[in-house]
Each structure stands twice: as C-alpha cells, then as structure tokens.
C-alpha cells in the first residue's frame, strides 16, 4: 500500500513539472514572436542569460524554471520599450529601470541572498551588445 501511495505521488510530481516546464517554452514562444518583429530575439537572449546565470548564480533545480520566466517577462518588456534606446534615451533609461527593479524583486524572491548579491555582482561596468547579461542591466 506505500508503494502505491509513494508511486502516485512521484507521478504526480513528474506531471507537475512537466506542466511547468511547457509553461515556460510557451512563454518563450510568445516572447520569441513577440519580439522578433522589434529585432530583438527573447528566445535566443532568454538562453544565452540562463547560460551565465545557471553556473554563475549555481541555481537549483528548482530555482532555474522561476528564474527563467523571471528574465524571459523582463525581456520580453523590455522588448517593447527598445525602440526608445534611440528615440528617446531619457525615457528609456526611466522605463528600463523601472523594469530592472521589477526583474530585481522577482529575483529577490526566487534567489537566495548571496545568490542575489552574485546577480548583482554581474553587472558590467558599461554597456556592451555582445555581453548577454549586459541586456539585463543597461
């Protein structure tokens, strides 16, 4: 009978992530199509990101999906304001941040403190296009 019991509930919990993970390509997806009209590919940024952060943060299993829709909402956001990068640097630099602080709490919740605090630490000193991580701070 506790077999029974502990095999339905490991079914239960592989359906679970299942779910979850096909949330998160889904979410991707509309990000990826979202954003490739503006030039600005989430899909392909989202994964180089997840590339620095995954090894550089050490995220847990349970962290990397949470972290991931984290990053992917943010760029696909700051997707929408990325035009004004040219246009109008003042109020992209106002949005832009105003979008970071957003990304900075969701994270707060999702890592722990010296995790954060690494997150942090990753910060480029300028901007620089060819540096992925840079698009989560410039």
């Known amino acids: 009978m506790k077999k029974i019991i502990v095999i339905l509930i490991v079914l239960a919990g592989i359906t679970i992530s299942k779910s979850s993970y096909a949330q998160v390509g ?3 997806n509309k990000a990826k199509t979202a954003a490739s009209a503006k030039g600005f590919d989430v899909s392909s940024l989202a994964s180089s990101i ?6 550089g943060l050490n995220l847990t299993a349970a ?16 997707s929408q304001i990325i ?7 003042a109020a992209y630099k ?18 722990l403190k010296n995790q954060l605090q690494k997150f942090l630490g990753m910060k480029p000193k ?13």
């Open 26 to 28: 889904d979410l991707l």
């Open 50 to 55: 997840m590339g620095k952060l995954n090894p």
């Open 63 to 78: 962290q990397k999906p949470a972290v991931t829709d984290a990053v992917t909402n943010y760029l696909t956001s700051k």
């Open 83 to 89: 035009n004004l990068q040219q246009s109008d640097a």
């Open 94 to 111: 106002q949005k832009q941040g105003s979008l970071f602080a957003t990304l900075k709490s969701k994270l707060a919740g999702i890592l």
């Open 126 to 138: 300028t901007n620089n296009p060819l540096d992925a991580v840079s698009q989560l701070f410039f």
